[in-house]
């Protein structure tokens, strides 16, 4: 499948013209980087400890877990195995190869600045429930959570900025932890999970609406990892190096992690250890029911190495989005562009705007997922390759990534206006919607010229 492409003479932006591919002998098998990378983005406890909640109290245990392996699925074949490949052939990273989709000057805000801004509702996130966590192991009030906030948002914001490689070298370790919590949680609760029924009342969504409502939650979860599959993927020596490392560190990790936490969580509700209060969000949470069934002590030494192997996150959330602003705002002083996002961090978590996570997922699913769509969409039309970057402001592109995203933001809009209509699986519509509407868009023509780009590899 391919289209006509133009080429027009001109320079290159100095973000592209001085960017360099990854070259084969820097790259290595999929075991030593891609799939231990992602698996530990599905160990952070803030991805598994709450979010089977949902789809057992509206359909129970079997169609919890159909969604899970179902959103594993779609996280691979639909959102990462294209970026990857993208990676594999360029050696170039997302902001670069982001341009064939959105334009030279258009690929400096998408996805450059939006990757970078959304890193700060991640680490926002992350600064809740760790700031939570530590709150819970020291047994503090509001005060105390507060100031957690502040400590772990700026801490991780300078270490994002200047000591990301001293994190790095204990980040392969700590995924442990939360491992062990889990297998823990297995243990204590797998025996009752099975004989969980979900409450019988009015208006339920059911089966189907456990299935949709988990793969909505895990695919606007993983919606950013997707599109940062390029990143992945230029460390890769082949294609099957690209698929091992999604198959392992994505469909394996997500139905490790969500599966075992959505059987723990059934169980905890099964067996009475704790009873589920979605209204005042109690119960709601896998630790919920380690708190119910463990010595205190034991209990806040779980929380606290939680949230140790929470913290390399927060640093790489800080180390992607510095990065973003240094190529899109090169003249502003990073301590000034990170610092001032360490603070809206810091504010997303202490009014607890982060611990909403369906509606963060949510935006960021809205905002990712037509990204993907139209990079898998210009990648069939070039014939399975990197088309080049295109000239300004690829309209394309944009119109595919407008209307992707409307669609994918309504179930947020829906939560604020119910005359709004909803949209199920909210991530994945926006994804097929800006995959339709790029490949309508580049047939009709709306296409800007490739600018020759001389240094690439996938020529």
Same mark, same amino acid.
């Given at each position: 499948m391919s289209t006509p492409t133009t080429t027009a003479p001109g320079p290159l932006p100095d973000y592209i013209a001085s960017a360099t591919p990854n070259p084969p002998s820097n790259r290595a098998p999929w075991f030593k980087n891609t799939a231990p990378t992602y698996a530990g983005i599905f160990l952070w406890f803030a991805f598994w400890n709450s979010n089977a909640a949902a789809g057992l109290l509206a359909g129970g245990l079997l169609p919890t877990l159909l969604g899970i392996v179902l959103a594993a699925l779609i996280c691979h074949f639909l959102f990462y195995v294209v970026p990857g490949l993208l990676g594999l052939k360029t050696g170039l990273p997302l902001y670069v190869v982001?341009?064939?989709?959105?334009?030279?000057?258009?690929?400096?805000?998408?996805?450059?600045?939006?990757?970078?801004?959304?890193?700060?509702?991640?680490?926002?996130?992350?600064?809740?429930?760790?700031?939570?966590?530590?709150?819970?192991?020291?047994?503090?009030?509001?005060?105390l959570f507060y100031a957690l906030c502040v400590i772990w948002a700026a801490l991780a914001a300078f270490v994002g900025l200047k000591g990301i490689q001293y994190v790095a070298k204990v980040a392969t370790y700590l995924p442990l932890i939360p491992l062990a919590v889990l297998i823990i949680a297995l243990v204590l609760f797998a025996g009752s999970a099975f004989s969980y029924k979900p409450p019988a009342t009015e208006g339920s969504p059911g089966a189907l609406g456990a299935i949709l409502l988990t793969v909505t939650i895990i695919v606007g979860f993983f919606a950013t990892a997707g599109a940062a599959g390029v990143d992945f993927g230029t460390n890769s020596r082949d294609a099957e190096d690209v698929q091992k490392g999604g198959y392992v560190g994505i469909i394996g990790a997500?139905?490790?992690?969500?599966?075992?936490?959505?059987?723990?969580?059934?169980?905890?509700?099964?067996?009475?250890?704790?009873?589920?209060?979605?209204?005042?969000?109690?119960?709601?949470?896998?630790?919920?029911?380690?708190?119910?069934?463990?010595?205190? *002590?034991?209990?806040?030494?779980?929380? !606290?190495?939680?949230?140790?192997? /929470?913290? @390399?996150? +927060?640093? %790489?959330?800080?180390?992607?989005?510095?990065?973003?602003?240094?190529?899109?705002?090169?003249?502003?002083?990073?301590?000034?562009?990170?610092?001032?996002?360490?603070?809206?961090?810091?504010?997303?978590?202490?009014?607890?705007?982060?611990?909403?996570?369906?509606?963060?997922?949510?935006?960021?699913?809205?905002?990712?997922?037509?990204?993907?769509? *139209?990079?898998?969409?210009?990648?069939? !039309?070039?014939?399975?390759?990197? /088309?080049? @970057?295109? +000239?300004? %402001?690829?309209?394309?592109?944009?119109i595919a990534w407008a209307l992707g995203f409307l669609v994918g933001v309504m179930p947020n809009l829906h939560a604020w206006n119910a005359a709004i209509p909803d949209v199920p699986i909210a991530p994945v519509s926006a994804f097929i919607v800006g995959f339709v509407v790029y490949f309508a868009t580049a047939k009709i023509g709306l296409l800007s010229p490739v600018v020759p780009m001389p240094n690439r590899i996938d020529a």
């Open positions: 982001g341009t064939s989709t959105f334009g030279t000057l258009g690929g400096l805000l998408m996805p450059g600045f939006l990757m970078g801004l959304l890193q700060f509702g991640w680490l926002g996130v992350n600064t809740y429930f760790s700031a939570e966590a530590l709150n819970t192991a020291f047994g503090g009030g509001p005060s997500i139905i490790l992690t969500m599966g075992i936490a959505a059987i723990a969580l059934a169980g905890a509700w099964a067996s009475g250890a704790v009873q589920p209060d979605a209204l005042a969000g109690k119960g709601m949470n896998v630790t919920d029911g380690l708190e119910a069934k463990l010595p205190s *002590a034991f209990y806040r030494a779980i929380m !606290l190495g939680l949230t140790l192997a /929470s913290f @390399p996150g +927060a640093c %790489f959330s800080s180390f992607i989005a510095a990065n973003s602003f240094k190529t899109v705002m090169p003249k502003v002083n990073p301590f000034i562009s990170v610092g001032i996002g360490a603070i809206v961090s810091m504010t997303l978590a202490i009014t607890g705007i982060a611990k909403n996570l369906p509606g963060v997922f949510g935006i960021i699913g809205a905002s990712f997922g037509p990204i993907c769509g *139209a990079m898998v969409a210009d990648y069939l !039309l070039a014939g399975k390759r990197w /088309s080049g @970057p295109r +000239a300004g %402001f690829n309209p394309a592109g944009w």
